[in-house]
């Protein structure tokens, strides 16, 4: 394809705002994996789910963000469920809970899947609303309102839970419990009761992306495979941990993909995310804003 400004322009444009809808699908699994070092490979099929929850609210005529939002301490609540079978039958019997649990993981990924199957069948699912197929006029270029959603849930997630890790004592208590564990119980905490919590939340958060992404694009019960890779790479390529560096690896991740997109075609964007993935574990196995 011969070179084009507007074209790139174009890409780029379209790339943060993809970026930022990435980072948004993405943040709950920093807590998770980044913070917690639980090998959360269940973590899209979870917001999938969250998908298909705000779909049943949606056709009741809630608006698809307030759903996300009001899903938000049920899968709380979910969150402290599965990691609690998850300490009590891997973590806290030795050495070898992370192989054991990614296993776990992709069970829990398998059954999500075929229930929403079982549930809904194979056929695509999407919600409507005012800011759903409309879009912003900027110049010559045209905004998709959902992307714009997708932009604003993924900064005030960013900044809420970037706000939340480092102002307050429950917040400081997870970013050290998956350094220094005796540390913490010295501090009077309970680093099992700390990851519980870290998980909820993570979880919770789920429901909100999973309210996203049926925004974004019309879902299915196995679309939680086509983000396994991207979720990772921006949560390995930020650092693990980094709430504002999810953010900026996921701008990283949408520019990338949306200049192949444009350019090389539609076959070649998923591989933008293995490939960032293999780099950054190549190159800086700590991630860009890791120490």
């Known amino acids: 394809m011969i070179f084009s400004l507007d074209l790139l322009t174009e890409a780029l444009l379209f790339g943060v705002l993809l970026g930022c809808f990435y980072a948004a699908v993405s943040i709950g699994l920093s807590v998770s994996f980044g913070l917690l070092d639980v090998p959360h490979v269940a973590h899209p099929a979870v917001m999938v789910l969250g998908s298909y929850c705000t779909y049943l609210l949606a056709s009741q005529g ?38 054991r649990g990614l296993a776990f993981f992709f069970g829990v990924a398998f059954i999500i899947e075929i229930g929403l199957i079982l549930a809904f069948g194979v056929d695509q699912r999407s919600v409507s609303a005012a800011y759903i197929g409309s879009s912003w006029a900027l110049g010559e ?5 959902r992307m714009l959603v997708a932009f604003g849930v993924a900064l005030v997630l960013t900044f809420g839970l970037t706000v939340y890790l480092s102002k307050t004592f429950t917040g400081r208590a997870i970013k050290a419990v998956a350094q220094d564990e005796p540390a913490l119980r010295l501090m009077g905490a309970n680093p099992v009761r700390i990851k519980q919590w870290a998980f909820g939340i993570a979880t919770g958060v789920s429901a909100l992306a999973g309210a996203m992404l049926i925004i974004v694009n019309p879902v299915e019960p196995a679309l939680d495979r086509l983000y396994i890779g991207r979720t990772f790479c921006v949560v390995v390529l930020a650092g693990l941990g980094s709430m504002t560096g999810t953010l900026a690896a996921g701008l990283i991740l949408g520019i990338a993909e949306s200049i192949v997109l444009m350019f090389l075609g539609a076959s070649w964007a998923p591989a933008v995310a293995f490939g960032l993935l293999l780099i950054a574990l190549g190159v800086r196995p700590q991630g860009l804003f890791g120490r």
Request: cysteine-free; aromatic content about 20%; hydrophobic content about 50%.
């Open 62 to 99: 809630l608006d698809p963000i307030v759903a996300g939002v009001v899903l938000m301490p049920a899968f709380f609540v979910l969150g402290i469920l599965i990691y609690r079978f998850y300490y009590e039958s891997f973590e806290k019997r030795g050495t070898d809970a992370g192989v």
């Open 141 to 145: 270029y045209r905004i998709p309102y």
